[in-house]
């Protein structure tokens, strides 16, 4: 690709220096003057009606400026979730919220609001606010909310807010003609995001009488959008700007706090407002992790084939819609990637009820149903007394297979590969053997594994538009415009590298810029779905090359050669036939802003909408040991195997393996929020929500099948999200191998764990 | 209630009127514009804020600016040489890939610079525990480890 290689070395992030110097600037950091402090005012029900509020002695505390109620606010419908705008109106987001609102759905809602000089005085005042409720029953579970006299949470809509089948092939039939129907429940546990940052925005009316927000969000474009329709202006009333992002992993991707701070500072006269939540609102009042329930069923004869399967989900939603549907009914596609099967039947069904709302979170709703499918398919290679290695192996989907339910031919799908190379260098076959010496006494040790598929961008679920910028400066360095969005994973520095790699120039000659900012910036939807490398990428490459081809002209009319025979090479215009430097690319810049005759600066723009995906892959091995006296699961040794395509920048895809794998520990071992029968979070802190510590964590081992993508801009795929899926999953597999106990909810706490021994100890669980 | 105090920051002999409700980080930050040190939580679980106080490593969210009356404080911006150069602990973190959002960083260099001072061989299991305190979402820590190991090679 190019004869620069700066694709595929691991350049340093732009953003390095700034970030261990403490000078990189976060929403939080910008100094505003008379900045005025809103904070949110929170149910503490988790279900009802706000029947009176008194504010009396909260407008007494000093330094209150405004208090907010419902009324006080447009009462515009609206949805959080950042997916594009759809001009197909069945497939907009559910719009069941207000910015503040009298009907609360959780505890924590947004019942009002307060606005005062200091964040002290704000606090004081929420503390002063009486208020009365009527109280409806409290749904914790689907189950709850669909019993026949569940109360609607949502007067318009009914509690299963909607459902959905997929599949192909007759699955009854199927199923009977199977040896074995490994047929079991699963549930998934509600994980946070708990991205150091929290949720923080700043509002205020600009010189032009419009309205910025600088807000930590991971979808600037977007946001606009959902601020406009929430507060009622035109779009381009609106101004995002979004600085350093310290982590998002999907949270960021609903616009949590932006509509609310807008409208503030709209009731302050423009006064510059910030919200800012404390980490116990981030982790109980934004967005979760679906929990999810399956009920999983996979059909297998003696050989090892797989006739059918047929999985039953539903999926916790929580008070409002956000994402909704789209992650409880994502699964059918990807299960039909993986496996063979003569038939396929998905049923999911998304549930609203009473616990915190469920959005966007790292591998939307991968890691659960990969979670339930990785499980049953572990037990049935059991049942049949077969390697779950070599059961997946036989079963794999084969490079080229067409996915009818998604309408993609998994070109360059590596699945096998994955679990190949992580066999011989996870040194399966020899722990395993040597697994068998610890299945008695107290401590036991065993392996699991599990496998994955996963898409790249949403195509074509979904819109996916992106653009790019690129300006050539004096010296000859371009400045790289682009709307999609860094919050940390590094998508800058790899689409700067595409675009030196592109243009021909070192890496070093392209300048990113913190913020992305929706007046200046080109509009790209953001960052999810692991889309950006891969869709801004197409952005960046076309416009590197129209941006060389209109340096190239010029440099042909400077110094009279033909275009077809000069090219860029590390900075400088080279004449191919005989390689000689007919100039630097400063003195072809220098020329295009100062000739008195031709001087034109050079710009190029690209907005593309791309009408493809690729299937990436991949897989976790690990390796346990589980204390039965204590329930405790050591992760003894664990890795990653991904195939996605060809690897842009070593040292980022290596942090972006390494944090998604930690994520998913967390999540199969330690991580969710617990809820009392009331429907109130009980560990909204990091002290009790347990996120892994430095001494929680393995030594955390990862490989690549590096391919190049015969369909990605630069031979890449989806990279950032596929590290979260499979290591929850593999625990899992290896604690059962360890114990002989298939562990069907997440996560394995020591808790869990204890209590599943406990009760095989007694009898009361069949073993599988 | 305010009060008048003098301390260190820095290596630069500082007053401040504060009021004896803030905390240190809001001090540093409101008062002195010392943005490097964030707040992840504000109770001392987190270690976003953490600064030096007489060379020992300390939440200052949970830390009263009105107690480094007399004392010495070191932040991330103080970690930065004066003449703009990193310091070695901030040259391994960058070397190391161990940068993503950035967020939990600088406490992380702040803990992980006054760990290798006074425990310059340490394992690895060493800095682990050392570095229990700062949390951090993106990295899975692997890369932070490897950083400080690298910078006590570069000594
Ligand atoms: S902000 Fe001080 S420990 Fe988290
Ligand atoms: S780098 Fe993001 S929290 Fe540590």
Redesign the pocket.
């Known amino acids: 690709m190019g004869t620069n290689e700066v694709v595929g070395h691991s350049e340093q992030r732009w953003d390095a220096i700034a970030k261990v110097k403490g000078q990189a600037q976060f929403t939080g950091d910008f100094p505003f003057k008379n900045l005025l402090y809103g904070k949110i005012l929170r149910s503490t029900i988790a279900h009802g009606r706000v029947e009176s509020y008194d504010i009396s002695e909260a407008e007494k505390v000093p330094g209150v400026v405004k208090i907010l109620l419902p009324e006080d606010l447009p009462q515009n419908k609206y949805s959080t979730a950042g997916h594009p705008w759809t001009l197909i109106p069945e497939k907009q987001d559910i719009r069941d919220r207000t910015i503040l609102t009298r009907d609360v759905r959780v505890y924590g809602d947004d019942i009002g609001a307060v606005i005062a000089k200091s964040e002290l005085a704000a606090i004081k005042a929420l503390e002063k606010i009486k208020v009365t409720y009527k109280e409806y029953p409290v749904y914790i579970t689907p189950q709850q909310a669909m019993a026949d006299d569940a109360r609607r949470i949502h007067e318009e809509r009914d509690n299963v807010l909607a459902s959905s089948k997929v599949g192909f092939g007759d699955v009854d039939k199927s199923m009977a003609e199977a040896d074995y129907i490994i047929r079991e429940n699963l549930s998934t546990s509600v994980q946070q995001h708990v991205h150091m940052e929290n949720q923080i925005a700043v509002a205020y009316q600009d010189a032009d009488q419009r309205w910025t927000c600088v807000s930590s969000t991971q979808i600037p474009h977007i946001c606009r959008r959902i601020i406009a329709q929430a507060v009622g202006v035109s779009w381009s009333k609106i101004r995002v700007k979004k600085p350093f992002i310290g982590g998002g992993f999907g949270n960021k991707q609903d616009a949590v706090v932006e509509p609310l701070v807008v409208a503030m500072s709209m009731a302050c006269n423009g006064q510059p407002v910030q919200l800012a939540l404390t980490r116990e609102e981030s982790i109980a009042y934004t967005r979760t992790r679906h929990a999810i329930d399956y009920n999983f069923a996979i059909g297998v004869k003696k050989d090892g084939t797989i006739t059918a399967i047929d999985c039953d989900v539903i999926s916790n939603q929580g008070g409002y819609a956000s994402h909704g549907h789209a992650i409880g009914g994502k699964g059918g596609t990807f299960i039909n990637a993986i496996y063979k099967m003569d038939s396929l039947r998905y049923t999911a069904k998304t549930v609203y009820t009473n616990i915190a709302t469920a959005g966007a979170m790292r591998a939307y709703g991968m890691p659960q149903v990969v979670f339930a499918l990785e499980t049953v398919m572990d037990d049935a290679a059991d049942k049949i007394g077969m390697d779950p290695i070599d059961f997946r192996m036989m079963n794999r989907r084969p490079d080229g297979f067409y996915n009818a339910m998604s309408n993609v031919k998994q070109i360059n799908f590596k699945v096998g590969e994955c679990l190949e190379k992580g066999r011989k260098e996870f040194e399966w076959d020899k722990k395993m053997a040597a697994s068998k010496q610890y299945k008695t006494g107290v401590k036991r040790r065993g392996l699991g594994v599990a496998a994955f598929s996963f898409g790249t961008a949403v195509y074509p679920f979904g819109l996916e538009v992106a653009g790019a910028r690129l300006i050539l400066m004096p010296d000859g360095c371009f400045k790289l415009m682009l709307g999609s969005t860094e919050i940390g994973q590094g998508a800058d520095t790899a689409l700067s590298q595409m675009a030196a790699e592109a243009i021909g120039v070192p890496f070093k000659n392209i300048i990113r810029d913190s913020f992305t900012d929706t007046d200046i910036d080109p509009y790209d939807t953001g960052a999810y779905a692991s889309r950006q490398s891969y869709v801004t990428g197409f952005a960046v490459k076309e416009a590197a090359e129209k941006i060389k081809a209109k340096i190239l002209t010029r440099a042909a009319k400077m110094y009279d050669v033909r275009t077809e025979y000069i090219d860029i090479i590390d900075g400088n215009i080279i004449y191919m036939p005989d390689g000689e430097r007919l100039a630097t690319l400063e003195d072809i810049a220098m020329s295009s802003y100062f000739d008195m005759k031709d001087g034109k600066t050079i710009t190029a723009y690209s907005s593309v909408n791309i009408h493809q995906t690729t299937y990436a892959s991949g897989c976790t091995l690990a390796e346990v040991e589980v204390d039965m006296e204590t329930g405790r699961v050591k992760l003894l040794s664990i890795m990653n195997v991904h195939d996605s395509g060809k690897i842009i920048n070593p040292l980022i895809a290596n942090g972006q393996v390494e944090g998604g794998m930690a994520m998913s520990i967390g999540y199969g071992l330690s991580e969710g929020i617990r809820y009392s029968k009331e429907g109130r979070p009980l560990n909204n802190n990091l002290l009790d929500y347990k996120l892994p510590t430095t001494m929680d964590l393995p030594k955390l081992e990862h490989a690549f099948v590096e391919t190049d993508d015969p369909l990605g801009p630069f031979g890449n795929k989806s990279l950032g999200e596929n590290p979260t899926v499979s290591p929850a999953p593999a625990i899992r597999n290896a604690v059962k191998n360890a114990i002989g106990i298939g562990i069907n909810t997440l996560p394995l706490s020591p808790e869990n764990v204890y209590e599943h021994i406990q009760a095989q100890q007694k009898g009361d669980v069949q073993n599988v | 209630m305010i009060q008048e105090i003098e301390f260190t920051l820095n290596g630069e002999a500082v007053t401040c009127a504060v009021d004896v409700r803030k905390s240190l980080?809001e001090m540093l930050r409101e008062d002195f514009s010392l943005i490097g040190m964030k707040?992840?939580?504000?109770?001392?679980?987190?270690?976003?804020?953490s600064v030096l106080i007489d060379e020992q490593a300390v939440?200052?969210?949970?830390y009263l600016a009105v107690w480094v009356d007399g004392k010495s404080i070191t932040t991330i911006e103080g970690i930065t040489h004066t003449d703009g150069s990193l310091d070695n602990v901030q040259q391994a973190f960058i070397d190391a890939g161990a940068v993503q959002c950035g967020f939990c960083i600088p406490g992380m260099i702040i803990s992980s610079s006054q760990f290798i001072k006074e425990n310059p061989q340490p394992s690895r299991d060493e800095i682990r525990r050392a570095l229990s305190g700062n949390m951090c979402r993106c990295t899975g820590y692997q890369k932070i480890i490897d950083a400080v190991e690298l910078a006590v090679e570069t000594k």
Not at chain 2, 59 to 62: F, H, R, V
Request: charged share 20%; net charge negative; hydrophobic share 25%.
């Open positions: 980080l707040e992840g939580c504000s109770v001392g679980e987190c270690g976003a804020c939440d200052s969210c949970i």
